[in-house]
């Protein structure tokens, strides 16, 4: 179930924009949208200084996988997606996500991204502890 | 039988395995594995949500576990 | 009327997405959303050498502004757009075009994204000339 | 009265600049540009559509132009 292709990917070391596009970039596709996902400064009013991501690494790989699946039969002129996610600790201003499309033309092309994006946040078992001056908690655990 | 855990889960647990004694406490099923740990560890009820994923694929309580099987327990996500 | 902002862009050098993306990136800006197009090996089933883009400079850098104002207006969460276009002759697999979203959240990123594509195509004035082994057609010129 | 062109109308006309020289020629308003060039170029008829900008926005054929306004003959736009 676990793939090492340059598809689908959680790492510890930086994201790199370029590297995700060039993984879905195809001769025939001439349109490529890419979802970059940083760490904000501030969540309700609260100075972040890092989040501690986490992940239950084989599933998350694994339902990552089911997402592009789910989303090329959805939109069967999406050829081609790459998601890279960081775990560890990922400082403000730092990308947390990338999401790359491709497809020949642009029409369906953002209603994917949007919906995997959905999905990526309710169903990939990952985690992210916001880190304060004063304390830390566990995004969404709690009601 | 070994239950993985993570993030708030495990943080609440205090360790990111706990073992269920299969000879002691009857376990087969996901519904009993939920009941064992929010009886031992009430803390686990105040979380929004918490799901039990069985070989990497979420689990519904009634889904009866084997000691090959890989268990965990999925809190909230929250990632992107 | 003309700008030479970051944000705004005809070039006839290489584009790079990763400086598009930095252009709008803000502190407090969780999301980014990249369109990446890139100039197909094909188009209706003929071979493409390359393209020749022209533009009519003044007035594209004006309307490529006007847009991203109305895009703003339509959608309050989007901060910051950028639009870098290619000119001049573009090769196959080459990036023809990048256009650059932020925003807090995801949320109607995609939806303006997408809009201010459409807007592009049809309103900015640049023009492509598909070049082929056999001939050359200015795009979408005929009925 | 200069006119700028581009693209396939610049092929057509065979110049990115075309003059019209309103001391022969009565020209005012963007739709008498329209048909001067229509007369002189047919082939501009064969065109999906055929804009007229006027100080780089696109103009309604009733705008009346003065010499200093910049005029440029916009076809079908195919950006991105």
Redesign the interface.
């Known amino acids: 179930?676990v793939d090492t292709s340059p598809f689908f990917l959680l790492t510890e070391q930086l994201l790199d924009?370029?590297s995700v596009?060039k993984a879905v970039?195809l001769?025939?596709?001439?349109?490529?949208?890419?979802?970059?996902?940083?760490?904000?400064?501030?969540t309700a009013e609260r100075s972040v200084l890092y989040l501690d991501?986490?992940?239950?690494t084989?599933?998350?790989l694994?339902v990552m996988q089911d997402i592009a699946m789910r989303a090329r039969m959805k939109w069967q002129s999406i050829e081609a997606i790459a998601l890279h996610?960081r775990v560890g600790r990922v400082y403000?201003?730092d990308i947390?996500?990338v999401l790359a499309v491709s497809s020949?033309h642009?029409t369906e092309?953002?209603?994917a991204?949007?919906w995997i994006?959905s999905e990526?946040?309710?169903?990939?078992?990952?985690?992210?502890?916001e880190v304060y001056h004063d304390g830390a908690v566990?995004?969404?655990?709690?009601? | 039988m070994t239950i993985h855990l993570f993030a708030v889960a495990r943080d609440i647990v205090g360790s990111s395995v706990y073992t269920i004694d299969t000879k002691q406490v009857p376990c087969c099923t996901v519904g009993d594995v939920r009941r064992i740990l929010c009886k031992e560890f009430p803390e686990l009820l105040t979380l929004r949500s918490f799901a039990v994923a069985v070989n990497q694929r979420l689990a519904d309580d009634t889904v009866v576990l084997t000691p090959h099987d890989e268990v965990a327990i999925i809190p909230p996500m929250s990632g992107g």
Chains 1, 3 share one sequence.
């Open positions: 179930m924009i370029g596009s970039q001769p025939h596709c001439g349109a490529v949208n890419l979802f970059v996902g940083t760490v904000r400064n501030r991501y986490e992940a239950y084989p599933m998350a694994a996610h403000a201003g947390a996500v020949p642009r092309i953002f209603m991204t949007d994006m990526v946040k309710s169903s990939v078992p990952i985690w992210k502890k566990w995004v969404s655990a709690h009601a």
